[in-house]
């Protein structure tokens, strides 16, 4: 709505010439002030919904406790975040420019698959172009859920890093093969 609104005045101020240039950087700004607000509020409300999910207690209580625990752990949510959306991101490549390679194949006609031979297509590109399109958007969503399952279990790292310490009365609940990685181990009880 904020976003209409701006359009909608930028819009009706384009008839002023004088004041449009002034009023042009102010649009700029506030369209990047809101735009950054705009991704910190869906920052907050995937890690809110995360931590509703772990334990049950209301929104802004949540909220509260994902940012607290993020920013006392903002070097490795940054770092995991980052590798996170390159790795997401060169799979979906691969899995949109795969697609798209075999529906170029299959479409020109040099593949047949099953003994099946594909009708003679005067323009076989269009076909390719909604092929891959297509598999850009159901890569696009089924990455968006591994990448919310990724989020999910990063943040379930970092309270079980800092609720526990390795004692018998507080053992690590993390993965053996996690904790071999960062170097950590429950100790036994003497």
Do not use: H
């Not at 089924?142 to 989020?151: L, N």
């Amino acid at each position: 709505m904020i976003r209409l609104l701006l359009e909608y005045i930028e819009s009706k101020l384009k008839k002023y010439e004088e004041a449009y240039k002034c009023a042009k950087v102010c649009m700029c700004l506030c369209k990047c002030c809101f735009w950054c607000i705009e991704k910190f509020m869906k920052f907050i409300n995937k890690n809110a919904y995360i931590m509703i999910a772990v334990y049950g207690e209301n929104f802004c209580t949540s909220a509260k406790d994902a940012f607290n625990l993020i920013m006392r752990n903002i070097l490795r949510t940054v770092v995991l975040d980052k590798a996170a959306d390159f790795l997401l991101l060169i799979g979906k490549l691969v899995v949109v420019g795969a697609t798209g390679v075999l529906s170029f194949y299959f479409f020109s006609g040099k593949i047949s698959i099953f003994g099946y031979r594909t009708p003679e297509l005067n323009y076989y590109i269009i076909p390719v172009i909604i092929v891959t399109f297509g598999s850009f958007v159901i890569a696009t969503v089924f990455f968006d859920v591994y990448s919310m399952a990724v989020d999910t279990l990063f943040l379930c790292f970092l309270e079980d890093c800092e609720r526990n310490d390795g004692s018998p009365e507080r053992p690590y609940y993390m993965p053996k093969r996690l904790m071999k990685v960062l170097g950590k181990q429950n100790l036994k009880e003497a």
